[in-house]
């Protein structure tokens, strides 16, 4: 991912707010100060879609990131699940196969030996439930205690009502939190109708909606670019910025997720989750601080102003080389990826912090 921010006609001066300044250097000192950060508390992970791309990509060398950087429970087990037949031993191949291509460390040595030995696998679906609450049960009898129970849903949308209805019905919703990935409903009333049947089963409090774009690096460092430099946080407004670019030069192929993305489609996989979500990172206001409550009051505000203008957004593309793909089903061809330039509208005087153009002044997309 790239973004391109062009100038516009200069006008004005000032320093970053004191309060943004001090937040961003608080964040840095306890990033660094790894050694003061709490242990979470004990806990059984469960991971559905473990077999998945996600999983394969991010979940199981992140989980193994966190284990070799002290950041885990003193207590804990993975469960993968999944709904086709492998056995343990399989399951410990496919992580450490992950680990090895996308970690950060390599599944070696007494780390390695001790984070494996936690890893267990459940084959279950919503009708077939029995072998997960008997792994979910000798995990906690392993731990010892009353662990907390994570639930992360790396699976398809559409699976998401049956799991959260599974996890009610199979009494697996006490002293447990549940991670849902986008996206999140297909539009609003289906997002709405997902988050009643969430409600039923998990209190607000246990539930986590992830876009795990946000856990990127370089999105985060938005966050200092704009807040903490005093160079650029007085110029960030519409007097200075004449548009701002976001490029996803997507080189991974589709792989076996046809059926997945021929449902949800590029807009829905990358534009109103990922690229929205980095957008409120460039036209949001200055938050109080970084805190989490903070950022997430913050964020809708600047996509709430920018979808009031739908007549400015531009939407084309091209076709990705992804359309012979064996993944797609048949007769199907994919959804084009989109090119979009919606208009933020944030603020409304001069020190508006409005930094995207209408489509006619964005230049060529970079290639």
């Known amino acids: 991912m790239s973004t391109t921010i062009a100038p516009g006609a200069a006008a004005g001066s000032g320093a970053a707010p004191a309060r943004v300044q001090a937040a961003v250097a608080s964040a840095s000192r306890a990033g660094r ?26 979940l199981l060398p992140g989980l193994f990131h966190l284990a070799t950087a002290g950041l885990m429970p003193d207590r804990y087990q993975i469960i993968g699940v999944s709904p086709q ?4 031993e399989q399951f410990r191949d496919l992580a450490r196969q992950a680990i090895a291509e996308f970690g950060t460390s390599q599944p070696t040595g007494a780390a390695w030996h001790d984070f494996v030995r936690r890893l267990s696998f459940a084959s279950a679906d919503p009708a077939h439930t029995l072998s997960l609450v008997e792994a979910i049960a000798a995990a906690e009898r392993q731990i010892g205690g009353s662990p907390g129970r994570l639930f992360h849903l790396a699976i398809p949308p559409a699976a998401f009502v049956p799991t959260v209805t599974m996890l009610g019905a ?13 996206p999140f409903g ?25 876009d795990h774009f946000l856990g990127k690096e370089s999105v985060d460092n938005i966050l200092a670019f704009r807040f903490a430099n005093g160079l650029f946080e007085p110029v960030w407004n519409r007097n ?35 690229l929205f979500q980095v957008l409120g990172f460039l036209a949001m206001e ?3 601080s970084f805190a989490a409550r903070h950022l997430r009051e913050r964020r809708p505000k600047s996509s709430t102003r920018s979808s009031r203008s739908t007549s400015g957004m531009r939407c084309g593309g091209s076709t990705p080389a992804t359309a012979t793909s064996p993944a797609w089903p048949p007769a199907r061809r994919p959804r084009p990826w989109p090119r979009c330039a919606p208009r933020s509208t944030t603020g409304g005087g001069p020190a508006s912090r409005s930094s995207c153009g209408p489509a006619s ?3 060529p997309a970079a290639s």
């Open 33 to 58: 100060a790894r050694g003061s950060v709490p242990r979470p508390d004990n806990h059984v992970i469960v991971v559905f879609g473990a077999t998945g791309d996600l999983a394969h990509r991010k």
């Open 85 to 88: 037949d492998m056995t343990g």
């Open 170 to 182: 199979a009494g697996l919703a006490a002293r447990s939190r549940v991670i849902i990935e986008k």
């Open 186 to 210: 297909t539009d609003l009333a289906s997002a709405r109708a997902l988050n009643q049947t969430v409600h039923a089963v998990f209190d607000e409090s246990q539930v986590f909606r992830i």
């Open 240 to 274: 200075h910025i004449a548009y701002v670019q976001i490029d996803v030069p997507e080189t991974l192929s589709i792989g076996g997720r046809g059926g997945f993305y021929d449902q949800t489609g590029a807009y829905r996989d990358m534009i109103v989750t990922h």
């Open 286 to 288: 200055p938050p109080t």
């Open 361 to 363: 002044a964005w230049p």
